[in-house]
């Protein structure tokens, strides 16, 4: 499978709705560019507000991208042109890429067992078998994600944050996508709990032979699980490239800040959430130059007005900066 985004935008129209201003827009999503490839683990990082989730959801099409272009090859070689999708098409799309949120408690109702949790989206798929079928599979989903037979009758409130989060990768795996989005699905969790769910997705990676985008606001996590990192800020990626290559080399000036952040693991958090109160650039301004521009200590006057696109730096290693280039 392959999964392809080009120059992809989005704005979000602020006239309609509770907020409405007349030709006011949110610039979530600036022209991202970039591919996941068959069994890659692809990471997406960058401090909250960045547009991780406007990504994630572009490629589910629960937003329609207003520029650009996205396009996903499955593994038989069936493309899906997502600049124009119908609903048939975007039923198949959405069993081949799933799409796991951040809050493992408030996505999953409460009020239904875990099996019927688990089927109740696949039971309208054309993969679906029948009532017996789904508890067998169901079974050994579950059981390979760490959770047993017994659980299939329980509800969601009796299981822990951790195994909630196990629950929603169970579900998502049942229609044997091919692509696995992981939307900050670790950040509501205590770090010991973390570090379970991580190795987890890494052995249901090799399992499957899923392809993952991994996204997170956590570079150390990011890093540890992923071959390939997009380093994102105010709606773009400012760099692209292996985890290693982006680990040892840190080019663009807001990837070594969110490296300088790590050190005090506790405070880390804070750290990033205070900045970004302070200084992130208001998204409803139309993105000039570089979104990194206020907060960037080595920035030249044409930071100001042309914005930087990602160029190769190192082989296979891009950064939008005009400082580097
Ligand atoms: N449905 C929406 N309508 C208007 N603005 C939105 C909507 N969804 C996200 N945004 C805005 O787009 C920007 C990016 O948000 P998001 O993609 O959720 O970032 P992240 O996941 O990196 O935290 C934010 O400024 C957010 O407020
Ligand atoms: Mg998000």
Redesign the pocket.
Known sequence: MSLVLKDVKKH?NLEAGLFARYGKF?Y?VNGVSFDIKNNEAFGLV?E???????VARLIVQMYKHSFGHISFTDKNGTVFDLDNIDNKNLKLLRNKIRYIFQDPARSLNPRMTILDVLTSGYKYSPFWKGNKKAKEESTEILESVGLSEKDLERRPQDFSGGQRQRISIARALLTKPELLICDEVVSALDVSIQSQILNLLVEIRKKYQISLLFIAHDLTVVSYFCDRIGVMYGGQIVELGSSKSITEKKLHPYTQLLYSSIPDIKNRKEILAEKTIIEMPA?TQKPEGCPFYNRCKIHKEICLTKQPILKEIEPEHFVACHCLE
């Open positions: 979000f949110v979530a960058g909250s507000g960045c547009g991780k989730t406007t998204p």
